[in-house]
């Protein structure tokens, strides 16, 4: 009688067991999914960040060539700014 009792026993131990398993891998991989999809959130916000750094630094270039041109009257500090301005309204279109 005792052996039929831990046979049982141990099946539902087993079971037991083998349905905790299954839920901390499901519960695992839900983890898993969550933490992918946020690295990838991440990486497109500092995408975005590092592009706006170089608008920034975009624009203030021209700026320091514009106030050289008002401070020192010489018009070659104006060379090639109509590029860097149709660079900088591309980055907007983009961002």
């Known amino acids: 009688m005792l052996k039929g009792r831990f046979k049982y026993i141990a099946l539902v131990i087993f079971l037991s067991g083998l349905v905790l398993i299954v839920f901390l891998q499901f519960n695992s991989g839900l983890s898993i999914n969550k933490l992918i999809q946020g690295n990838t959130s991440l990486l497109n916000e500092l995408k975005t960040q590092n592009d706006l750094q170089k608008l920034q630094t975009e624009i203030v270039t021209v700026e320091s060539k514009i106030r050289g041109v008002i401070i ?5 500090h104006l060379n090639g700014i109509r590029g860097e301005l149709d660079s900088i309204k591309q980055r907007f279109k983009l961002i």
């Open 72 to 76: 020192t009257q010489d018009r070659e």
